[in-house]
């Protein structure tokens, strides 16, 4: 029945076809706010949104600076069927359609694509980067693995960077707000038609918005990061352009506000009061800096080669290099007490070679190539910790003890002495685990499309994939002394590194139609397979032998039909979609590993709609909403995780506002952005817990201020989370599975002043 509904709501739309069609160039639409006009090269050639066959969200750089978009977590709140939930730049999570992408252990397959410039980042740790400088963000929707590789399950996104471009241009931001919030970014643009480059970067500092009462540690949720890129451009003809870019992303943040409902003085109901994470006395030593916080490099190097060699004929190749190396040490019982402090040293490298032809005329369009990639990374865990402390706060060996009192003292330091008579006052107990990856595909992928009449397009396709994956295990899980036995609940492996080995094959096809109903409409129906790569899941089983645990690969099938396009002053899209899931895979925390389960089958129903109205030259407003009823199967067979909505899966979302931008002079305007989203309620983890969710948000975000000297100068204030909204950004985590859950507050109410030129 609710299927019924949505296409009826669907084709109902049609309606739209019998209005006048808005302007057919490109650039000149897009430029005017209409996303669907922007060009874009979801499909590997250039084609303006509207004509790819899929379900796609577009983000101009243009438009993200209107709403004043200047992180990776706050685009998915202007996109529908999208989260992006950044933990830490460590720990982003990539949500579409429900479906979430943000395991650490590099044994782990990713679910949503993330490709900058062409090349995948989607390995989690390396993920993130500053946003600045963006030509356009493309978030194509459902599987999409021809487009973009295996790991593009449900989804991809594309983050594509200015370019390098004939004649001389600059501009500098500078902002200063609450929190001692300082931001500054620009670019430099020099060239001709031959040689052009380009630098540009991104500086931001901010104050924690968490106080942190432990002596020597620094307030919490601070950020110092900065982003550098630097373009070139060659083009000796028309025929041939290479373009190189080379960016440098770090990060020196403070400590993640993990913070305990159970232990301590931290009030996490009224979420951003004094916490009191203390970290280990021997920090440095063992975890490998003495504060908690994020230290975190990532080197990427891109080179992209195109060159027009025949009538209709293009060859592309685009060559990829990424490094990163993050080591983050956090409170994981978000408390006084010496009892979970843990780091993650992440690091890894990725490398890429993809070699696509592709050839256009009037009747076909085909699109055939290559693709190598190789991924070796680590994720190396330690943990610190004091015996008598440890034991007390899990098993409460000594009642009425307790583990952390009301006034940040830890009663719980004491259970060293009396479990063993004063012989002992306090035992440092150290631990850790290692987990690696070292994973290849190569795969060989093409898609045709054939215009049997000039108003109907037929496109079909598929990547054949041939993978390895190699995992790798080790642990140091030494007795602790006096108690004779770890303190977690893993096993050693007696210092060996346990390796496995396994190779895959998979054949994923996609199949669009595609129907103009004039030349700014179109219908688009699609079916396609995605696949999420089998688990290598190793570890050390007792008697300190190896722990293989074969995961099946998750695969999905996809079904949407939609409409999108312009007619008279609206624009926009609407897509109704159906997934089917077999084996699907959940990320869980035992004993503080992240270790992957399948949960069986599982569904998906939804509708994503976005509009835009254009009222006059200098007035637009915008709309988009997203539904989706759908998680685990509730079955017998799929045991706890039955019924289960799905991790960071909101069943409503939406964001509403308006952009103004009306002139006061020949050479002045008055701009104004303000914005509201909404996200209904989301579990942060599976099996759900009410305990462990978020009930429904809504933010109100507002940019406005003064352009001058015909846009040269800019004048403008703003404003995110104006309500002061509370609400947590994530829940359970680590401490969770051992009984301490503990919960992140989100962002709170900022606001200042930024001033731009532009030259």
Known sequence: MKFGVYASSLLACTALAGSPAVADEGDEAGANGDANQIVVTTQKVEQRAVDVPITLSVQSGERMRKLGVTDIGELSNYVPGLNVQVQSANNPGFVIRGITSDSGSAQQGPRVTLYYNGVDISRSRGAYQGVYDLDRVEVAKGPQATLFGTAATIGAISFVSAKPEAGTSAALTGAYGNLDATRVEGFVNMGNEVFAARIAGQWKKRDGYIENLAPGQDDLYAQDQLGLRGSLRFAPTTDFTADFVFTYDRQRNSGTPFLSRNLGSTAVEGLYDAAYLGGSPVSAQVLGAEKLGLDRDVYDANLTLSWDFAEGWNFTTVNGYRDFDALEVFDADGSAAWYLEFAERAKGWQASHEGRFTYSDDQWRASFGWNYFIEDSSQYVPLSSELGT??????????????????NTVPASRATALLTGGAFTAVPYTSWYRNEGRNQTW??????????????????????????????????????PVYGRPLLPLFDTGGETFRARKSYAAVLPRVNLLYHLNPSLNLYATISEGRRSPVVQLSAAAGGVPD???????????????????????????????????????????????????????????????????????????????FISGG????????????DQFRLQPKWQWAAGFNLNAPLSETASLFLSPSVTYRSKIYFEIPNSQNISQDAVTLVNLRGGVALMDGRLEVAGYARNLTDRHYLLDAGNTGGSFGYPTFIPAEPRTYGIELTARY
């Open 443 to 480: 795969s060989m992928f093409g898609d045709v499309t054939w215009k049997p009449v000039p108003e109907l397009e037929v496109t079909g396709g598929a990547r054949v994939l041939i993978e390895t994956r190699r995992s790798g295990y080790a642990a140091f899980q030494p007795n602790a």
């Open 632 to 643: 685990i199967d509730d079955k017998a067979e799929n045991g706890a995780y039955a019924g």
């Open 548 to 626: 293989l645990d074969l995961i099946r690969s998750e695969t999905v099938w996809n079904y949407e039909v939609g409409i999108k396009g312009s007619a008279g002053m609206v624009s926009g899209s609407l897509g109704v979609y159906y997934n089917k899931y077999d084996d699907f895979q959940v990320s869980v925390v035992e004993n503080g590993q992240s270790v992957t389960r399948s949960a069986g089958s599982a569904s998906n129903l939804g509708v994503e709609a976005e509009l835009e109205a254009r009222f006059t030259s200098w007035l637009s407003a915008f709309g988009n909403v997203g």
């Open 390 to 407: 440890y034991l007390q706060c899990s098993a409460n060996l000594i009642p009425g003890l307790g583990c952390v009192a009301a006034d």
